[in-house]
């Protein structure tokens, strides 16, 4: 079975602060995912990476990074969160097969962020 | 670019009663497409997916989708449905000549009432 496991389920922190929010995925998948969900606009990919120290910028990187130093794990980093970042935050993981689509992607529990 | 739509934010049906989720898509080239559920203050759970071959898919919790290429459609159906099923749904398509980057559509609600 695919476990995707994320530090936190729920985070309380202030306006300014730095935020890392770490997943681990124990399947050895090339791909992580970071994905943020409001209701209303289903998942929007923050950042992805497809091997270690490799990153894409997705749909909405602004005021977010990342770090994947190793292949299991993929931090995200909000560097002065601000409350337009309260949201659940969704990592995933699959596999990078460019001979057997296995595109499906496996989610952790999410952590609900919340910025005052 | 490739998209999902998910026309009805929400479905309400009857505990027994067929249950349908509706999804289009636009994409080039071969679609890959997605379901997922996702229940309350929980991760998305993998449905099934088509990739080739027959145009019905059977998935997981007796959950089944339609592939219509003319229709550019990816319905979801359960012949009889369950309280438990109340979810949220996402359908999704792969992003093309990504390395594995999905699409979600905004999500439906399904409620099941007893």
């Known amino acids: 079975d695919v476990k995707v496991t994320q530090s936190s389920r729920y985070l309380v922190k202030r306006t300014g602060e730095k935020v890392f929010l770490e997943c681990v995925q124990d399947?050895?998948?090339?791909?992580m995912f970071w994905y943020r969900q409001d209701p209303g606009l289903g998942l929007r990919l923050i950042y992805f990476s497809y091997d270690v120290k490799m990153k894409e910028k997705g749909d909405i990187p602004e005021g977010y990074s990342v770090s994947r130093e190793k292949k299991e794990r993929f931090s995200l980093i909000l560097e002065s969160a601000s409350t337009n970042q309260t949201s659940m935050y969704l990592c995933?993981?699959?596999?990078?097969?460019?001979?057997?689509?296995?595109?499906?992607?496996?989610f952790g529990p999410g952590t609900r962020l919340t910025v005052t | 670019a490739q998209s999902v739509a998910q026309p009805e934010d929400q479905v309400n049906v009857a505990e027994g009663n067929p249950l349908t989720v509706k999804c289009t898509y636009s994409?080039?080239?071969?679609?890959?497409l997605f379901w997922y559920v996702q229940y309350p203050n929980r991760g998305l759970q993998f449905l099934l997916k088509y990739i080739t071959g027959d145009n019905l898919v059977k998935g997981s919790y007796g959950f089944e989708a339609e592939f219509n290429k003319s229709q550019t459609s990816f319905h979801l159906k359960k012949p009889s449905a369950l309280v438990s099923d109340s979810a949220l749904y996402f359908c999704a398509v792969r992003v093309t000549d990504s390395w594995g980057k999905l699409q979600f559509g905004a999500g439906t609600q399904v409620v099941v009432t007893p």
């Open positions: 995933a993981s699959s596999f990078r097969s460019t001979s057997s689509p296995r595109y499906e992607q496996y």
């Open positions: 399947m050895d998948h090339e791909n």
């Open positions: 994409v080039s080239g071969n679609p890959y």
